[in-house]
């Protein structure tokens, strides 16, 4: 069994429909564990589910709102009660406004907020007990080059996800003698459902390659291997850390 072999371990992985959370559920199948995925879209999940089953792993999936502890924990305990445990939790689940700052209302920033950051706590809430159980857990957040820099119209998306890499590293303290290991991954620019219509905008995507030392904006396969490495056991001595996939933005 190799350092990134994740046979034998379940994985449940929000927001994992489409775009990055998808991307991460396949490349933890592809390495060994089963899946549990949960989206608001049932045909998405369903696709996802056939995708998984084709490596040969268990896959299980709900429609679930991760900012309601009362759906989301009964999916946790079914996927516990069928396979014993929760090994591995990457909280994907993400949206954004981009709305200028003095035109954001309360609507917008706690439904921004509820979805990138609460998900997380709540999520994790239901799922952390398991792990305390069997002494064991990796967890993956989701963060984003926001959560270090700033952007117009971003305001509360930044917000939200520099709330997400601060609690990564309140929750890689708290668990530590636990052996549950938190780390999060910030992805800088990926074309996806969500960023599309930034896409769309040839000379925003012209300026975003500019401030690139590789000279790209990132594809979901690019964050692949972190999700699998930070699964792993190759990442045994590392949490409390947001790792940037970013093609070097953020250091350039």
Known sequence: MGLFDLSGKTALVTGGGRGIGKSIALALAE????????????????QVADEISG?????????????????????VEEVVEKEGKIDILVNGAGTNKRIPFLELSEEDWDFVMDINLKSVLFVSQAVIPQMKKQKY???INIASLTSELGFNNMAVYGASKGGVSQITKAMAVEFADDGILTNAIGPGYFKTEMTKVLFED????????????LKRTGNV???????????????????????????GWLVS
Not at 31 to 46: C, I, K, M, P
Not at 240 to 245: K, L, M, S, W
């Open 31 to 46: 390495a060994g564990a089963n899946v549990a995925v949960t989206s608001r879209t049932e045909a998405e999940l369903q």
């Open 137 to 139: 857990g990796k967890i």
């Open 55 to 75: 490596f040969s792993r268990k896959a299980y999936y709900s429609s679930v709102d991760v900012r309601n502890k009362e759906e989301i924990t009964p999916f």
């Open 202 to 213: 040839l000379k925003r995507v012209e300026w975003m390659t500019s401030r690139i030392p």
């Open 221 to 247: 396969e690019d964050l692949q291997g972190t999700a699998v490495f930070l699964a792993s056991d190759a990442s045994n001595y590392i949490t409390g850390q947001t790792i940037y996939v970013d093609g």
